[in-house]
Nanobody, 125 residues
Framework: QVQLVESGGGLVQAGGSLRLSCVAS????????MGWFRQAPGKEREFVAR????????DYADSVKGRFTISRVNAKNTVYLQMNSLKPEDTAVYSC??????????????????WGQGTQVTVSS
């Protein structure tokens, strides 16, 4: 059973940067699409970014496009989310997730079967 563990969250001032990491253990993520989602207090979980198994497909929510970059290193079983020009509205718990099926990708959270516990990102104004 694969487990996902996120790290890299924290408190940062508006305009700053953070790099989130998602490390998989217990099984490989190499053949799976991966995604980052976030949930702010009182709000529903929302899609942030996704990457296909071979990094051939990259996709972002409009709210983060041009500021966030998703990447992966399959040899390390790791997915990253580089977040630049952070805004207070980016404050949320960020979670990574693995698709239910190999060689597929989606922006819908229901398509993902395994989730990490999340890491808090707080952006002060």
């Amino acid at each position: 059973q694969v487990q996902l563990v996120e790290s890299g969250g924290g408190l940062v001032q508006a305009g700053g940067s953070l790099r989130l990491s998602c490390v998989a253990s217990g099984n490989t993520i190499n053949n799976y699409g991966m995604g980052w989602f976030r949930q702010a207090p009182g709000k529903e979980r929302e899609f942030v970014a996704r990457i296909s198994w071979d990094a051939g497909i990259l996709d972002y929510a409009d709210s983060v496009k041009g500021r966030f970059t998703i990447s992966r290193v399959n040899a390390k079983n790791t997915v990253y989310l580089q977040m630049n020009s952070l805004k207070p509205e980016d404050t949320a718990v960020y979670s990574c997730a693995r698709m239910r099926y190999t060689y597929s990708t989606s922006s819908s959270p229901t398509s993902y079967g395994i989730w990490g516990q999340g890491t808090q990102v707080t952006v002060s104004s």
